[in-house]
Nanobody
Framework: QVHLVESGGGLVQFGESLRLSCAASEHSFEPYTMAWFRQAPGKEREFVSAFYRDGRTVYYAESVKGRFTISSADTKNSVVYLQMNILKPEDTAVYYC???????????????????WGQGTQVTVSS
């Protein structure tokens, strides 16, 4: 069973930056899409960003567009990063990495599209 492991969370102040990492436990794992979701206290989990294995196709939620950047370490797409700049208190959440082996990009913003999930990493932004 493949595991996804997130790292890089922490406590920062308004306007600062963090970079999250997500790595698959198996080197042979080559998901078509790797994504980040987040869940704030008392709220439902929401889509943040996704990276498709073609190396060109990326997706962002409107709330993070222009501030967050997703990237992949290699063509296998088994390690992805989320560079988060100009962090705001409303970015405070547990951030989850997710992956799918499905080739379709039709529903990349939907949780149900993903078969593999990490345990999450806490990001806290103070005002």
């Amino acid at each position: 069973q493949v595991h996804l492991v997130e790292s890089g969370g922490g406590l920062v102040q308004f306007g600062e930056s963090l970079r999250l990492s997500c790595a698959a436990s198996e080197h042979s794992f080559e998901p078509y899409t790797m994504a980040w979701f987040r869940q704030a206290p008392g709220k439902e989990r929401e889509f943040v960003s996704a990276f498709y294995r073609d190396g060109r196709t990326v997706y962002y939620a409107e709330s993070v567009k222009g501030r967050f950047t997703i990237s992949s370490a290699d063509t296998k797409n088994s390690v992805v990063y989320l560079q988060m700049n100009i962090l705001k208190p409303e970015d405070t959440a547990v951030y989850y990495c997710a992956a799918t082996l499905a080739q379709s990009r039709q529903n990349v913003r939907e949780e149900l599209s993903y078969d593999f999930w990490g345990q999450g990493t806490q990001v806290t932004v103070s005002s």
